[in-house]
Nanobody, 126 residues
């Protein structure tokens, strides 16, 4: 399973580090995606990272978000800086089998994933 940690209520301009921890399987050979869902809005693919460390950030978060993975800890991180109210939403991670070089953004177009976490809420408000 996947479990997300690190969400919370933060003021505009604040920072958070979200964690996506895997248990019961090894994350090394999986493509991991981060998505967010805000009320009344479409799901948005925020960031992804492949097993060969190819990564991608959505235009809306470039320069503010960073994705990284620590396979020794079986965890993928999403570091978020300069939070804006429009970043508010439920952030969840997904994992899809991918032990080969590929463009990680393929997961953004998938409706089903091998694994998906329940999400962690991020609320940006003063």
């Amino acid at each position: 399973q996947l479990v997300e940690f690190g969400g919370g209520l933060v003021p505009p301009g604040g920072s958070l580090r979200l964690s996506c921890a895997a248990s019961g399987f090894t994350l090394d050979y999986y493509v991991v995606g981060w998505f967010r869902q805000a009320p009344g809005k479409e799901r948005e693919g925020v960031s992804c990272i492949s097993s060969n460390l190819d990564s991608h950030l959505a235009d809306s978060v470039k320069g503010r978000f960073t994705i990284s993975r620590d396979d020794a800890k079986n965890t993928v991180y999403l570091q978020i800086h300069t939070l804006k109210p429009e970043d508010t939403g439920l952030y969840y991670c997904t994992a899809d089998w991918g032990p080969y070089p590929l463009d990680c953004t393929v997961v953004f177009g998938q409706d089903q994933h091998n694994y998906r976490g329940q999400g962690t809420q991020v609320t940006v408000s003063s």
